[in-house]
């Protein structure tokens, strides 16, 4: 199990405020924001490789992408 600790008065008061104790709509919603930082960096490595020519084929990025995005 992970915790995370708030130090920050405004940021605790404001997700009371948003949240009123919805820890699972909470939960889902960080978990969002994680994945979608972690997109944003992939997309972001991958057009600094695209500037330096170090790119693969369309078919290959598809399946890479789909594998792993793929929900089971």
Known sequence: ??????NNPELESFIQDEYRGDENTLMRQF?????F????????????????D???????????ATAKYVQH
Do not use: C, N, P
């Open 54 to 64: 170090e790119f693969i084929g369309l078919d290959e990025a598809f399946e890479m």
């Open 37 to 52: 930082q972690k997109i944003k960096h992939e997309v972001k490595t991958s057009i600094e490789e695209l500037d330096r």
């Open 31 to 35: 978990v969002e924001f994680l994945q």
């Open 1 to 6: 199990m992970l915790s995370i600790q708030l």
